[in-house]
């Protein structure tokens, strides 16, 4: 089993939908929890923590359930510019090192 | 936020050129830095964590004698590809954490240097 496992997409959605990402993963001892964007042949960009809480930034809202060991990514009113792939982090380990799931594909159609 | 370069950000060479990768933190110190592979159409796959005055510790599958990891300095790292083959081709990114401050755990990427081996 994957350490940290996404949707397998892709998503294509027309814009001004909403659009949900969810990520589970298997280390219960996982500390902190990110969603980042990567655009074709660049290096990826932290788009959000996730907190225990849920958090918000503007349209885009993140999940967590620690019981469930799932992380959920909500973008609302896609644009776009939202097309790229979303990589679901985890922080695992003493070292602090992050895990990454393979991504889910997303494309806004006009 | 903070940044971090990566140079070069494109290598074309021969098999067998050994092919050597640098990573700076540029507005930060990083006692920390991390060497991912990203192959087409997968996701980033950590390589080695790298200590600044130490050896780096590696993943397990990748072999230390091929790629070379210095931490010179706290702004400094450099991944050293040895004997560079075909089946090194890959997108090459490093990663920096900043000296803790607060209680962050937020890595700044490169961008990645995009290595091919003909």
């Known amino acids: 089993r994957k350490e940290v496992e996404q949707d397998p997409g892709p998503f294509n959605v027309p814009e001004g939908a909403t659009v949900a990402f969810n990520c589970t993963y298997s280390n219960s001892a996982s500390q902190s929890f990110f969603w980042y964007r990567q655009d074709c042949r660049k290096e990826p960009k932290l788009l959000m923590s996730?907190?225990?809480s849920g958090n918000e930034d503007g349209r885009f809202t993140a999940q967590l359930n620690r019981a469930s060991q799932y992380i959920s990514l909500l973008i609302r009113d896609s644009k776009l510019s939202d097309s790229a792939t979303y990589l679901c982090?985890?922080?695992?380990?003493?070292?602090?090192?992050?895990?990454f799931g393979s991504g889910t594909q997303l494309t806004v159609l006009p | 936020g903070a940044v971090v370069s990566q140079h070069p950000s494109r290598v074309i060479c021969k098999s067998g050129t050994s092919v050597k990768i640098e990573c700076r933190s540029l507005d930060f110190q990083a006692t920390t830095m991390f060497w991912y592979r990203q192959f087409p159409k997968q996701s980033l796959m950590l390589m080695a964590t790298?200590?600044?005055?130490?050896?780096?510790?590696?993943e397990q599958g990748v072999e230390k004698d091929k790629f070379l990891i210095n931490h010179a300095s706290l702004t400094l790292s450099t991944l050293t590809v040895a004997s560079a083959h075909p089946e090194d081709s890959s997108f090459y990114i490093c990663?920096?954490?900043?000296?803790?401050?607060?209680?962050?755990?937020?890595?700044?990427f490169g961008p990645g240097t995009r290595l091919t081996v003909l």
């Open positions: 982090v985890v922080n695992v380990g003493s070292a602090r090192q992050l895990t």
């Open positions: 790298s200590n600044e005055g130490s050896k780096a510790t590696y």
């Open positions: 990663s920096a954490r900043e000296l803790p401050r607060q209680s962050t755990d937020t890595q700044y």
């Open positions: 996730v907190y225990s």
